[in-house]
């Protein structure tokens, strides 16, 4: 069983779409099974990660941003991918950083997540796009 899930986002950030992943699993009406996402873009990635306080979310995104600045910054003048912008090579870059798939176990109909993780989308890009994640589930 196989689906696509679109995502909108506004900017770099993290998009949570656990809800839209739960109610997909839940009306497959598969007991037991292996659930496996992939983002197709080379320029976001996915994560499990807590869902309960935002600040969570702000830090990663600060912390990443951190790490690999836009090539505008004097530390980043050796990229030569800038056609696209100065956010392109450093999305690329943390998209190879972070992974682009995720594997998780499906129980009693539900996917297995702790009580505070949920499935998220983290866009690397400045400006907004609409981001396709490939669902399969398997039995």
């Known amino acids: 069983m196989q689906t696509e899930f679109s995502i909108p986002t506004r900017g770099q ?6 809800s839209d992943v739960t109610r997909w699993v839940l ?15 080379t ?26 600045p836009p090539t505008t910054d004097p530390q980043m003048r050796y990229l030569t991918h800038t056609y696209e912008g100065p956010d392109d090579m450093p999305a690329h870059i943390k998209a190879a950083m972070m ?16 009580t505070w993780q949920g499935i998220y989308l983290f866009e ?3 400006a907004p796009h609409t981001r396709g994640v490939t669902a399969h589930l398997g039995a």
């Open 13 to 18: 950030g993290l998009y949570e779409f656990t």
């Open 27 to 41: 009306g497959a009406g598969v007991d037991q099974a292996l659930l496996t996402l992939f983002v197709r873009h």
């Open 43 to 68: 320029s976001c990635s996915l994560l499990i990660q807590e869902n309960a306080d935002p600040e969570v979310q702000t830090d990663l995104r600060n912390f990443f941003h951190r790490l690999v």
């Open 99 to 114: 992974p682009v798939s995720l594997s998780i176990p499906v129980s009693g109909g539900r996917p297995v997540l702790g």
């Open 124 to 126: 690397h890009r400045n």
